[in-house]
T-cell receptor, first 117, second 113 residues
Framework: DGGITQSPKYLFRKEGQNVTLSCEQN?????MYWYRQDPGQGLRLIYY???????QKGDIAEGYSVSREKKESFPLTVTSAQKNPTAFYLC????????????????FGPGTRLTVT | GEDVEQSLFLSVREGDSSVINCTYT??????LYWYKQEPGAGLQLLTY?????DMKQDQRLTVLLNKKDKHLSLRIADTQTGDSAIYFC?????????????FGTGTQLKVEL
């Protein structure tokens, strides 16, 4: 069954702690993305990676870090520097620019709801 | 610049048609997408349209694109209670770093009996 998995579904942390959110895909996609969603708002891009060992900052990268050591995995670390980390985090993947897809649509995981108190 | 706008709410009766509208600003957009999000879940790709098309139909879904006015709409025929969700439109934007999507703020569709 091909898809994107995110774990855990719910995550609770104390203020000042770093926390890492997992994202794995078995769709053989080159590109992966992290978004943040706040209540009543659209999705805001945190980081994206078009290929292994490469990633770029999105619109709201401050206080976050990522790595892309494997094609299948794109973990996101929410650091203590992120001022308002409580949010719903969504991971997505798509074919890369050189991929055979005709639509370059992004496919999403189920999300992780992070609560920091 | 990139900006995608949608109305926040839409309420329809079961069995009626729903029309969700979206405007975008980037004239270089090549693909436009519609996603559905149910409570507490990720986004599900519903359909997409290439910018050289005016219309695309997929079962109960019809997408209309007016490229001159940069207006996109999603029509859901025979709307059911299971269609209650938030609907996002998105445009594909090419950047120096690759391929990004810009999302609208979402339209909450409520289907009443």
């Amino acid at each position: 069954d091909g898809g994107i998995t995110q774990s855990p579904k719910y995550l609770f942390r104390k203020e000042g702690q770093n926390v890492t959110l997992s994202c794995e895909q078995n769709l053989n996609h080159d590109a992966m993305y992290w978004y943040r969603q706040d209540p009543g708002q659209g999705l805001r891009l945190i980081y994206y990676s078009q290929i292994v060992n490469d990633f770029q900052k999105g619109d709201i990268a401050e206080g976050y870090s990522v790595s892309r050591e494997k094609k299948e995995s794109f973990p996101l670390t929410v650091t203590s520097a992120q001022k308002n980390p409580t949010a719903f985090y969504l991971c997505a993947s798509s074919t890369g620019l050189a991929g055979g897809s005709r639509s370059w649509a992004q496919y999403f995981g189920p999300g992780t709801r992070l609560t920091v108190t | 610049g990139e900006d995608v706008e949608q109305s926040l709410f839409l309420s329809v009766r079961e069995g009626d048609s729903s029309v969700i509208n979206c405007t975008y600003t980037d004239s270089s957009s090549t693909y436009l997408y519609w996603y559905k999000q149910e409570p507490g879940a990720g986004l599900q790709l519903l359909t997409y349209i290439f910018s050289n098309m005016d219309m695309k139909q997929d079962q109960r879904l019809t997408v209309l694109l007016n490229k001159k006015d940069k207006h996109l709409s999603l029509r859901i025929a025979d709307t059911q209670t299971g269609d209650s969700a938030i609907y996002f439109c998105a445009e594909r934007v090419l950047t120096g770093g690759g391929n990004k999507l810009t999302f609208g703020t979402g339209t909450q569709l409520k289907v009443e009996l």
